[in-house]
């Protein structure tokens, strides 16, 4: 028997929601969703649990994950019960569901806590650097160390778990019987999804939005691989320098774009951003703009006498890899690539 919390919608609310019970099922949003079809009522079946509290069922669903926010849900509600900002409440709520340490939900739902997580982060790199006499070679040692086992660890100790529980929620819990092989043959959806996004071009005015993501995706992994494994700051190979820098670039544009839109809210998607849409998008900028300047000055022999750069640097490089890669919006891409894994599995299963 499902079972019905009350309160849900006022914790949905935490999250982003708005007046949950504006709706009255008339169906608009589902007649122009892209994703519906005779078997699944998008947007409207996910708003209908939400206002009956069925997070039982919420949790085992996948369909928060598959919607992309084009935004027409929004636009054509006649009572502006914003289904599409619902389903990006959701998928904040799923998120700090998975996560098994907690983090996620109370760095949702609170800005003082965000603020005050970024703020100690910020102290420790600035104590860090005090504690090494602020010599810039070895600060920039151990930075490009901190890289390697932040990935690593982040990747391995919560993403992964986090992942392991979606899958229980998902596909275990509800009895999913998919052979072993389906999971092997799936693969390739779950890795085309992961790097093109591509069924954002469901969405028809999406398709900018689409190629920026495509470009931001590229750009953002080729710049950790440069870093981290090809150690650009440190690198005197010329294609190593100037693969950094177009990287950097791109990073820094596109992001740069995605604020400007933001700020003049020229979409639906833009026009309820979250503090966590905001701490993404921000800090991508930032981390691109930043290592593009710190090669800038190391070419330039100006950062032994500009270590703040560095040190700036490396704070945004550390909150972004212990905050916001493991508990905000970053997550949101790879819950959203396992989802379209999932549901392939699951169709394995139901053939």
Known sequence: MARINPDF???????????????YNCG??????????????????????????LEGEIKSSLHPWLCYYCGECSTTCPREADPGELMMSLRRWLTATY????????????VAASFLAFLFLAIMV????????????????????FEMLAIGTVLLLILLPNIIHMWWLTLYKPGTKAPISSYFTSLGELIVHMFTQKRTLGCDENRL????????VLGYLSLLFTTVFLNWFESRNLF??????????????????????????????SKHAHLSDWLFVIWLFLMGLSAFLVRLFIDAGLLHDNLWLYLVH???????????????????????????????IKKTAGD
């Open 209 to 216: 939005r689409w190629f920026e993501h495509f470009v931001l």
């Open 126 to 145: 600035v104590w860090f650097g005090a504690y090494e006499s602020f010599h810039l070679d070895t600060i920039m040692h151990f930075g490009h160390y």
């Open 9 to 23: 919608t006022d914790e949905l609310k935490k999250y982003g929601a708005f007046d949950l019970n504006a709706c």
């Open 314 to 344: 490396l704070i945004i490089l550390v909150q972004w890899a212990l905050l916001i890669v493991p508990f905000g919006k970053w997550t949101h891409f790879l819950y959203r690539s396992f989802a379209i894994y999932f549901e392939h």
């Open 99 to 110: 996560d098994w340490t907690g983090l996620s939900g109370l760095l949702y739902k609170s």
């Open 240 to 269: 190593v320098i100037i693969l950094g820098y177009l990287e950097s670039i791109i990073i820094f544009v596109v992001t740069f774009d995605f604020v400007r839109r933001r700020l003049k809210k020229e979409a639906e998607i």
């Open 28 to 53: 608009n949003c589902t007649a122009v969703c892209a994703l519906s079809d005779e078997d699944n009522s998008f947007p409207r079946k996910m708003v209908r649990y939400s206002v009956l509290g």
